[in-house]
């Protein structure tokens, strides 16, 4: 934690970069994101500052508005509005959005959670809505490196319902939720960025 209290993550701090780096070609044309886990609120007023075209939504559990509110109250960006309460097993926001995107929440959610959260955005976005997903994924049951491999094992003894999730597993639910995976970008540190489209 820093002296005023907002919360800091290293991890946030140095993937911004090539995150955005991303995210900037894919929601050119947007007009409002949803943010879903936006933790600390580092990424929200990174990406909002970047790209004053869009509405940046935050939203997360109640624990982690106060923080939010933190950065969002400092960055004082225009195009950052108040952070909505957001549990995937409670309601969803009764609007839609132009696009989605989430950072390290696949591997802390469960997966009937993240079930949950194709559901949840399937309903929010409209045909041809793009959702960007980041973070540590196994494809089919393989994970890509010895280190995702160690913090999977890691999750999984501090909590038995999380881990890094697996691409059949989410394709699975994404296609129930109307959604197909377009791109599956590699990232620095075994990361990747998987490109969600709704149909």
């Not at 939010?68 to 549990?87: G, K, T, V």
């Not at 377009?182 to 149909?199: C, F, G, H, K, S």
Request: one cysteine or more; charged letters at 20%; aromatic letters at 8%.
């Amino acid at each position: 934690m820093q002296s005023d209290h907002k919360p800091f993550y290293p991890a946030s701090e140095e993937n911004k970069a090539p995150i955005l780096a991303v995210l900037e070609p894919l929601f050119a044309t947007v007009g409002q994101v949803l943010e879903v886990g936006s933790g600390s609120g580092q990424h929200a007023v990174h990406f909002a500052a970047a790209m004053p075209h869009l509405v940046w939504q935050c939203s997360d559990v109640d624990d982690a508005l106060p923080g939010i509110r933190l950065w969002l109250q400092e960055a004082n960006l225009p195009n950052l509005p108040a952070p909505l309460s957001l549990d995937v097993d409670g309601p969803w926001p009764a609007t839609t959005f132009d696009a989605a995107y989430s950072a390290n929440t696949a591997h802390i959610l469960s997966l009937p959670q993240m079930e949950r959260l194709f559901l949840g955005l399937g309903r929010l976005l409209p045909a041809g809505a793009p959702f960007a997903l980041y973070g540590p994924f196994s494809d089919g049951g393989v994970h890509t490196s010895d280190s995702n491999a160690r913090f999977d094992r890691m999750l999984r003894q501090q909590d038995p319902a999380s881990g890094v999730r697996d691409l059949d597993d989410l394709r699975r639910f994404a296609d129930a939720a109307g959604l197909v995976l377009e791109q599956d970008i590699a990232m620095p540190v075994n990361n990747r960025t998987l490109v969600w489209r709704r149909r």
